[in-house]
């Protein structure tokens, strides 16, 4: 990965389900990030060809951050490995732009998200948009999980429904 290559350091990596941390990136020099749409991801360079695609689960209304939320997989080729491992706040990565082949309908006035699992990062960023920025929009969100503890982002979740009366 080098054309639209940035240099992002770790701010915050934290617990959110069994298995599972949130990962909190920002720009090396401390600048503002480039701007992505709800649905949006970026590949995660740890070098010697390990790469692998991540979704953005913060607002895209946010460019001081990106927020990931990675699952440590059974059979990891090493990439969620290192990153609930190895990786620690402070570290550097090596990240794409961010890239969008999942976007939000933007002009619908009610919207289905479904998700399991840490599939719900690229949801939580679609819910995010819509309840910022369009909140008379009707958003139903179907999320299923295998246990309580593999219920990643849970407390967002219930902080986003509590504050917003669209969201179901």
């Known amino acids: 990965m080098s054309e639209g290559a940035l240099r992002v350091r770790v701010s915050d990596k934290y617990s959110i389900a069994d298995q599972t941390v949130a990962i909190e990136l920002v720009a090396e020099d401390g600048g503002p990030l480039p ?5 949006a991801y970026i590949d995660v360079d740890l070098g010697y060809g390990m ?25 990891s080729q090493g990439i969620s490995a290192a990153l609930h491992d190895v990786v620690l706040p402070g570290n550097g990565l090596q990240i794409s732009t961010p890239k969008n082949l999942f ?10 998200l479904v998700g399991g699992g840490i599939g719900i990062t690229p949801m939580l960023s679609m819910l995010r948009w819509c309840v910022a920025e369009q909140p008379e929009r009707r958003v139903h969100l179907y999320y299923g999980v295998r246990s309580s503890g593999d219920h990643a982002f849970k407390r967002v979740l219930e902080e986003l429904a509590a504050a ?3 969201f179901k």
Request: aromatic share 10%; proline share 7%.
């Open 35 to 39: 701007a992505f749409t709800a649905g």
């Open 51 to 75: 790469v692998r695609q991540y979704s953005l689960a913060n607002s895209p209304a946010e460019q001081h951050r990106y927020l990931l939320g990675v699952l440590k997989a059974q059979n």
């Open 103 to 112: 976007p939000l309908d933007e002009a619908a006035g009610y919207s289905v």
């Open 164 to 166: 917003h009366p669209a």
